[in-house]
């Protein structure tokens, strides 16, 4: 079993649908989580960090289900410029920080 | 403040032969950790320079191997390289704050294509 798991994907959706991303991890000792985006033949950029009581920046919301060891990303409102693959990454501390990413999830928002 | 850099942005070699890709982190940023993407799947974890010794290593073969410099600045170095080589190589440049929080920043990346 892959240690950082994320839906298949592609999403395909219309503009202003709602779409919601998910990833699994399977080490109970990860501390720490992102989302990042990768634009297609670039680099990853941090979209979000994903705490346990949920956060939101504007149409963006992260959750974060420690026993269920389960993170989600959700997108309100697509805009045709939120297409991009989008990587569940997790930070599992040992004797130094050990940084997992997910395969990734595409989306494209179709006009 | 100049973010991640790499050099070069592309590059073509054929198979045995050796290559070079060099990075520079952020300023203020003490760790480099390297990563190679093939098409369509994540960033795979090569390995982590900090303080000029490889901290950690990821699951790859000897055939890959690294350097970090004074200045933080590092280099990657695949030797006979071979077909399954082609990907893209990213360089990502990280430090704890003094709050803890992780943070870490990629550079642009160097294609390699191996022929």
């Known amino acids: 079993r892959k240690e950082v798991e994320q839906d298949p994907g592609p999403f395909n959706v219309p503009e202003g649908a709602t779409v919601a991303f998910n990833c699994t991890y399977s080490?109970?000792?990860?501390?720490?989580f992102f989302w990042y985006r990768q634009d297609c033949r670039k680099e990853p950029k941090l979209l979000m960090s994903?705490?346990?009581s949920g956060n939101e920046d504007g149409r963006f919301t992260a959750q974060l289900n420690r026993a269920s060891q389960y993170i989600s990303l959700l997108i309100r409102d697509s805009k045709l410029s939120d297409s991009a693959t989008y990587l569940c990454?997790?930070?599992?501390?040992?004797?130094?920080?050990?940084?997992?990413f997910g395969p990734g999830t595409s989306l494209s928002v179709i006009p | 403040d100049a973010g991640v850099t790499q050099s070069p942005t592309h590059l073509i070699k054929t198979r045995g032969q050796q290559v070079t890709l060099r990075c520079s982190p952020k300023?203020?940023?003490?760790?480099v950790s390297w990563y190679q993407q093939a098409l369509g799947q994540g960033p795979q974890f090569i390995f982590q320079?900090?303080?000029?010794?490889?901290?950690q290593r990821g699951n790859f073969p000897d055939r890959f191997s690294g350097h970090q410099f004074p200045n933080y600045s590092s280099e990657l170095n695949v030797n006979a390289l071979l077909l399954g080589d082609s990907a893209l190589y990213l360089c990502?440049?990280?430090?704890?704050?003094?709050?803890?929080?992780?943070?870490?920043?990629f550079g642009p990346g160097t294609r390699l294509t191996v022929t």
């Open positions: 300023s203020g940023h003490d760790t």
């Open positions: 990502a440049s990280s430090l704890v704050t003094s709050g803890g929080t992780y943070e870490q920043y």
């Open positions: 994903v705490y346990s």
């Open positions: 990454v997790v930070i599992v501390k040992t004797s130094y920080d050990k940084v997992i």
């Open positions: 080490n109970s000792a990860s501390q720490s």
């Open positions: 320079y900090y303080e000029e010794e490889e901290r």
